[in-house]
């Protein structure tokens, strides 16, 4: 049975006073969030993604190095239950048939938001994910718990918006902040981090979380944080 660690909100908060003070807007150490440990990664996991990565991206590491970019998604699922159990198995379930012949890692993020708000933190920032494809060598993932972009809160936007705050202030190489929908469009800043080795891959069309969602997440981020990142 996993176990799960809250992190009350004035622990965070001195921690964040302490170690990031010199980094972080002022408004963001004025706003402790409680993160819960809900730690997905094992052994078997890091194996699969070191050889994920060199299929896919040519590197012989299952170390995420430097994030560029913070990617959002929303689960298609209702509960927070059935999106940890989907997230928790270290092998993709055949059933992904459009993506379980890419590689045997199952998906994987680094953080999961509540509807209510609730933030749980899955694998560490340093260990590559599997939620965007062609991107997951340089992306930090966040999944929102809803069955549908109507089922997104704002209680969600603020969550993300702080533990966006947090993450830049932890990985200043982080440029980029895109919704799963727009990772595709070669157009947009950050497609210039795109790698893809498998060639036989082709990449799906994403709606997750949708254009309302990350206007208003840009919006909050920018109004709370003072932060505005390409995407």
């Known amino acids: 049975m996993k176990q799960k660690l809250i992190i009350p909100k004035l622990v965070w908060s001195l ?23 809900h730690n997905i990664v094992t052994k078997r ?15 012989d590491t299952y170390n995420l190095i430097r994030p560029k970019i ?6 298609a699922m209702a509960s927070l239950g059935r999106t940890l159990g989907t997230l928790e198995p270290d092998i993709i ?23 209510n708000g609730d933030i749980y933190s899955l694998m560490p920032t340093t260990i590559m994910g599997r939620h965007v494809s062609g991107f997951n060598h340089t992306s930090i993932g966040i999944e929102n718990v809803a069955s549908s972009s109507l089922a997104l ?22 440029d980029y902040l895109i919704g799963h929908h727009e990772y595709m469009h070669q157009k947009l800043p950050h497609y210039k981090e795109f ?28 109004n709370r944080h003072q932060i505005k990142l390409k995407d």
């Not at 996991?45 to 590197?59: Q, S």
């Not at 048939?97 to 993020?109: C, E, L, Q, Y």
Request: glycine share 6%.
């Open 70 to 75: 913070i990617t959002i998604h929303y689960t």
């Open 195 to 222: 790698i893809q080795k498998d060639l036989t891959f082709t990449p799906l069309i994403k709606v997750d979380p949708g254009f309302d969602f990350m206007n208003r997440l840009r919006a909050v981020l920018y």
């Open 153 to 174: 809160t704002k209680e969600q936007i603020i969550s993300n918006s702080n533990l966006i705050a947090f993450l830049i202030a932890k990985h200043p190489s982080i």
């Open 93 to 115: 379930p055949r059933h992904r048939d459009k993506i379980a012949p890419f590689g045997r890692v199952n998906v994987g993020v680094h953080f999961v938001i509540d509807g």
């Open 15 to 37: 921690f964040l006073s302490l170690c990031l003070c010199p980094l972080l807007p002022a408004s963001i150490i004025g706003a402790p969030f409680e993160v819960t440990d």
């Open 45 to 59: 996991r890091l194996e699969l993604t070191k050889f994920y990565a060199r299929r896919h991206y040519g590197k």
